[in-house]
């Protein structure tokens, strides 16, 4: 089954404590991004990697890295949570940008 | 530059109500539009699409039609169901760069 697959799927940490929320895609897509959405302010995209070893700032960089060591993986990493990273958070991927994007469930992350 | 806006939600309707979420965008050239849908404690999965104007897409009884020169892409549904209930979101695909461009979402809560 073609699909998306993050973790976890819920997550509290404490600020300061780093932290890494995993994404995997099985479509071969060479296309991957992370968006967080808040209320009222949608979706924002936070990184995107066009391909292995191509990475990307997004919209909302700030506070977070990526990486893209092999086609499948895009992991997110928060070196140093803070509160106002609070939020859901979203892989897509997709076989290029711009075309038919396919979700993961959603990593709800809390910072206190 | 780009952007994508949707009507504010929630909208509230009973089952059976004829459904509109308008969307409009301002983009330069002709960008592909999409709608996507999120059901509760669910990640997004595209709804439908249309890439050229005057295409109309069409996916489980909604309908939405590209249209240039208003700018608009509406998401319509003649009869709607609770199983509807869900947040919506409009986006679409800059025709230079290919980034998706996304609306807020619209909640559509719909009542028996």
């Known amino acids: 089954e073609a699909q998306v697959t993050q973790n976890p799927r819920y997550l509290i940490t404490v600020t300061g404590k780093k932290l890494t929320v995993t994404c995997s895609q099985n479509?071969?897509?060479?296309?991957m991004s992370w968006y967080r959405q808040d209320p009222g302010l949608g979706l924002r995209q936070i990184y995107y990697?066009?391909?292995?070893?191509?990475?990307d700032k997004g919209d909302v960089p700030e506070g977070y890295k990526v990486s893209r060591k092999e086609k499948r993986n895009f992991p997110l990493i928060l070196e140093s949570p803070s509160p106002n990273q609070t939020s859901l958070y979203f892989c897509?991927?997709?076989?290029?940008?711009?075309?038919?994007?396919?979700f993961g469930q959603g990593t709800r992350l809390t910072v206190v | 530059g780009n952007s994508v806006t949707q009507m504010e939600g929630p909208v509230t309707l009973s089952e059976e109500a004829f459904l509109t979420i308008n969307c409009t965008y301002t983009?330069?050239?002709?960008?592909?539009l999409f709608w996507y849908v999120q059901y509760p404690g669910e990640g997004l999965q595209l709804l439908l699409k249309?890439?050229?104007a005057d295409d109309k897409g069409s996916n489980k009884g909604f309908e939405a039609t590209y249209r240039k020169e208003t700018t608009s892409f509406h998401l319509e549904k003649g009869s709607v169901q609770v199983s509807d209930s869900a947040v919506y979101f409009c986006?679409?695909?800059?025709?230079?760069?290919?980034?998706?461009?996304w609306g807020a979402g619209t909640k559509l809560i719909i009542k028996p």
């Open positions: 897509a991927s997709s076989f290029f940008q711009g075309a038919r994007a396919f």
């Open positions: 479509m071969n897509h060479e296309y």
């Open positions: 990697s066009m391909n292995v070893e191509v990475t």
């Open positions: 983009a330069t050239g002709y960008p592909s």
């Open positions: 249309a890439t050229k």
């Open positions: 986006a679409l695909s800059d025709e230079s760069n290919y980034q998706l461009i």
